[in-house]
């Protein structure tokens, strides 16, 4: 797997990342291993996780299959949007407020929470859940910039930074998410990570900025018409030329495939 450097920092990544926020709908814990294990395999050494994937579960899987492994493997995460009534740590425990969430749907909707004791707490339990003593991006979460102290945030990322418990920080989310934080050129998008497709090109609000394009994803849940999977992967590629794109997948027979467009 081709690696890349991600423009502001010196952490370099798989041009290919996997995604977790889908890995959830698989209940039995061995298949959510099998993917992650399999784009491992597969020279996929970046993954992308927050708290409110699976409402945990996602940082929990990830964690157990990191054992070992932490040396030779990248991680994401993100705080600002934290799953309604704590984390799971089961996909029995998943599975079950889900179902009762297609009766009451704001138990299924994310905590909003941009208060800086809630983000120390997110950060804490997330190393705990990925059983690392450190991540190497931290983005806020489809961040609000009217909404968050941007301020008091970067101090405490800076200091989390001093302490190795951070490498990079930065934004993710769709565009009208991080949009006002490029066209300010604000300190917290140090890093961003925005949807993107080939057809919609919704990520050149930021190379109209100055910048490269760093972390993309959406690629696959935007395909339409005749545009395989491949294809699409391919042209994602050469929109983000130098980063990484994140797809997501529950199938672990498609990594293969997927992977070797980076190899083309």
Known sequence: MISGTIAGTDIRVS??????ASLHRLFAARDRDRVLRTALEHGVTH???APYYGFGLAEEDLGRM?????DRITISTKFGLYPPGGGSRSGLSLWSRKALGRLHRPL???VVN???SRAKASLRLSLKRLRTGHVDFLFAHEPSL???DSEEILRWLEDEQKRGSIRAWGVAGIVSSIEPFVRARHRLAMVVQ???SVVGREADIVTASGRVLQFTYGYLSSLGGAMTAEAAVAGALERNSSGAIIVSTTRPMRIPTLVQSVQR
Do not use: H, N, V, Y
């Open 194 to 196: 925005t949807k993107d």
């Open 108 to 110: 299924l909707s994310p």
């Open 47 to 49: 993954f992308d996780t």
């Open 15 to 20: 041009r290919i990342a996997l995604g977790t």
């Open 146 to 148: 009217a909404l968050l």
């Open 66 to 70: 990191l054992q070992g492994q932490r």
């Open 114 to 116: 941009w208060e800086l």
